[in-house]
């Protein structure tokens, strides 16, 4: 089962994709894709509906962000070896965790540069989209908390990240900095998340090509660890790390500017295309 939103930003329908591919509509069915709704029982009804009889939306129409406000996105500092062998850092021993301050925003929407960003960077990463509370979670039961997976790209302003004092969420929470979809793909198509190949390109030219096998913390290990100092809640995005291919790892560095396309794609989770915009190269 594919969960998606439809339509213009802040007005999107939620929808489920037919088996042609096409959107139908879930208006009927629920408010909108988010907390309560990602819960096993709403799933199950969700299931249990035959999407050829569900009204379909519009080819071609804007997707949104696939969940639509998620109390907090929660994210992963270098959790593949490759990756922070070219950040220069040590394999963490414990997770690094921080938070993204910005709302998710669709697939396909335009990237803007904010003002006096110098040192914009792409990151593909495996959202964990939760289903129910984990708080004080055993690996051995983190994954029935998780109700899909989608793709989200962690952009980042590396100079606010690194070069503004403490806390990287700084460089990470500029409006649209967390492009979300194009589908939450529910838990049960994602029999195994630590085997999916992920990738993204810049301007066509290949950056990342990874695999979820080289994650250093699983996905069941990081729900845990982070229940151990928040509650994740319904609706809440847990991004699980980026691997090498970064634009701050290459010599000399590649950084975003305006005009500048980013292509990401999860095996099984679908693919992005976001397009920079505003501001100057720096
Ligand atoms: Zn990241």
């Given at each position: 089962m594919k969960l998606l939103r439809v339509g213009p930003p802040g007005r999107e329908i939620p929808a489920m994709l037919g088996p042609d591919g096409r959107p139908r509509s879930l208006a009927d069915h629920l408010d909108d894709i988010e907390g309560e709704a990602l819960s096993p029982a709403s799933l199950d009804r969700l299931r249990a509906?035959?999407?050829?009889a569900l009204p379909a939306l519009p080819a071609g129409a804007r997707i949104g962000?696939?969940?639509?406000?998620?109390s907090k996105i929660v994210c992963i500092g270098l959790n593949y070896r490759d990756h922070a062998a070219e950040s220069g850092l040590?394999?963490?021993?414990e997770p690094v965790v921080f938070l993204k301050g910005c709302r998710p925003t669709g697939p396909d929407d335009p990237v803007p540069i904010p003002p006096g960003a110098t040192r914009m960077d792409w990151e593909v990463e495996l959202a964990v989209v939760i289903g129910t509370r984990a708080w004080q979670v055993e690996e051995d039961e983190?994954?029935?908390?998780?109700?899909g997976y989608a793709v989200l790209n962690d952009i980042s302003e590396r100079a606010f990240q690194h070069e503004r004092g403490g806390q990287w969420t700084k460089g990470k929470s500029a409006p649209g900095f967390a492009p979300l979809g194009p589908w939450l793909v529910a838990a049960e198509a994602v029999p195994d998340p630590q085997r999916l190949r992920l990738s993204l390109a810049v301007n066509g030219r290949p950056m990342q090509d990874g695999s979820t096998a080289d994650m250093i913390f699983p996905v069941r290990t990081l729900i845990s660890y982070v229940s151990r100092f928040m509650e994740l809640l319904p609706g809440d995005i847990l991004s699980t790390g980026t691997p090498a291919g970064?634009?701050?790892?290459?010599?000399?560095p590649v950084f975003l500017g305006e005009g500048d396309t980013m292509v990401l794609e999860i095996e099984t989770l679908g693919r992005q295309s976001q397009r920079v915009v505003g501001g100057t190269r720096a």
């Open positions: 509906l035959d999407p050829s962000p696939c969940v639509a406000r998620p040590p394999v963490p021993e983190a994954l029935s908390h998780v109700a970064v634009g701050a790892g290459l010599r000399p």
